[in-house]
T-cell receptor, first 113, second 113 residues
């Protein structure tokens, strides 16, 4: 199966919370990331969490990490129209001397009025 | 603006053409990357350069030829491409290959006809 899996679509009403989920496979991953890609743009690093943390909060964003289940989630509070984008989960794998970032396929977040 | 600039933003080329994609970073980073983003597939790492030396080639066909003349510039030379090579090509840079964060350009949307 894929290294990093996430659902492809999520629709949320404006003002509600969005929760985007991700599962990964490598227990030796050091960092886990959430990237945002707006239409016509490259990837923008939103937030990241180190593998020995359970939670990280940054303004409207909350990242939860369940290392036992290899599950990562991104919660966006009070979702706004500007949050409409594709959100990529990624893990940093350690392979010998080299680190590699593996991305999921991305979750397209659609905001309903 | 992430400090990573890619040109052109859009490119249409025939299968017999030769073209080049350019990436420039103004961040003083030592590592640069090429990624391919195809529809419905995970982001794929193509090449990694560290201090101008290629350190990774992820089984990329020879019709893609990277060049890194210095730490600030990265090129991807294209020749005899196939329609399935149509994708968004993203350049990224980081301080070192094992840095926590990578910064992405806006990408070049390539269409092969």
């Amino acid at each position: 199966g894929e290294d990093v899996e996430q659902s492809l679509f999520l629709s949320v009403r404006e003002g509600d919370s969005s929760v985007i989920n991700c599962t990964y496979t490598d227990s030796s991953s050091t960092y886990l990331y959430w990237y945002k890609q707006e239409p016509g743009a490259g990837l923008q690093l939103l937030t990241y969490i180190f593998s020995n943390m359970d939670m990280k909060q940054d303004q409207r964003l909350t990242v939860l990490l369940n290392k036992k289940d290899k599950h990562l989630s991104l919660r966006i509070a009070d979702t706004q129209t500007g949050d409409s984008a594709i959100y990529f989960c990624a893990e940093k794998k350690v392979r010998g001397r080299d680190d590699k970032i593996i991305f999921g396929k991305g979750t397209r977040l659609h905001i309903l009025p | 603006e992430t400090g990573v600039t890619q040109t052109p933003r859009h490119l249409v080329m025939g299968m017999t053409n030769k073209k080049s994609l350019k990436c420039e970073q103004h961040l003083g980073h030592n590592a640069m990357y090429w990624y391919k983003q195809s529809a419905k597939k995970p982001l794929e790492l193509m090449f990694v350069y560290n201090f101008k030396e290629q350190t990774e080639n992820n089984s990329v066909p020879s019709r893609f030829s990277p060049e890194c003349p210095n730490s600030s510039h990265l090129f991807l030379h294209l020749h005899t491409l196939q329609p399935e090579d149509s994708a968004l090509y993203l350049c990224a840079s980081s301080q070192e290959p094992d840095s926590r964060e990578a910064f992405f350009g806006q990408g070049t949307r390539l269409t092969v006809v």
